[in-house]
């Protein structure tokens, strides 16, 4: 069965300092794999996609990156954070549905 | 206007009581519509899934699609207080060469004892 596997589940980072978050998947080859922030009270917001090994696409410019350097990992990154990158970010393999990690939720001090 | 137009509540009702949760959407070139439940600090899991207009039933859910009117329902019945969560709509389909899968902002659902 697929699994999405998003790590770390909760992250306090300070203002200016890099950021990494990991999403590997299993049970699949070649997934689509999307990355999402959600604000509170607000919806899902696509930052990236990828469909392949060193395909991103970005779809709201901002101060994150993404990277596909295997088959089954989708990586988010920033060099310096922003207060305003607080949230909560969610991994999500996509075929006709969406299968979602559990989510880092990342606060910005 | 926005692609998927959905209530952000929050949305209280009785146990027991049923619930309406709707979205409404713009591209007619959406064919999967899909609700979303999430539960507080949680990702999202899917719920129902539907393809084309139409209803689908499973347990206490409903499913409800209008292609037409391009409105999409959920309903609960009996509802309890473990419904109580944020319930997404979501939609996808090819539309200009680009596969596309959008989400509603979420509907917050407190089902009360």
């Known amino acids: ?109 | 206007q926005k692609e998927v137009e959905q209530d952000p509540g929050p949305l209280s009702v009785p146990e027991g009581a049923i619930v309406s949760l709707n979205c409404t959407y713009s591209n007619s070139a959406f064919q999967y519509f899909m609700w979303y439940r999430q539960y507080s600090r949680k990702g999202p899991e899917l719920l129902m899934y539907t393809y084309s207009s139409g209803n689908k039933e499973d347990g206490r859910f409903t499913a409800q699609v209008d292609k037409s009117s391009k409105y999409i329902s959920l309903f609960i019945r009996d509802s309890q207080p473990s419904d109580s969560a944020t319930y997404l709509c979501a939609m996808s389909g090819l539309a200009s060469g680009t596969y596309k899968y959008i989400f509603g902002t979420g509907t917050r659902l407190k089902v009360l004892a």
Do not use: M
Request: aromatic share 12%; net charge positive.
């Open chain 1, 1 to 109: 069965s697929q699994t999405i596997h998003q790590w770390p589940a909760t992250l306090v980072q300070p203002v200016g300092s890099p950021l990494s978050l990991e999403c590997t998947v299993e049970g699949t080859s070649n997934p689509n794999l999307y990355w999402y922030r959600q604000a509170a009270g607000r919806g899902l917001q696509l930052l990236f996609y990828s469909v392949g090994i060193g395909q991103i696409s970005s779809e709201v410019p901002q101060n994150l990156s993404a990277s596909r350097p295997q088959d089954r990992q989708f990586i988010l990154s920033s060099k310096k954070l922003l207060l305003s990158d607080s949230g909560f970010y969610l991994c999500a393999w996509v075929t006709v549905r969406a299968f979602f990690g559990q989510g880092t939720r990342l606060t910005v001090v």
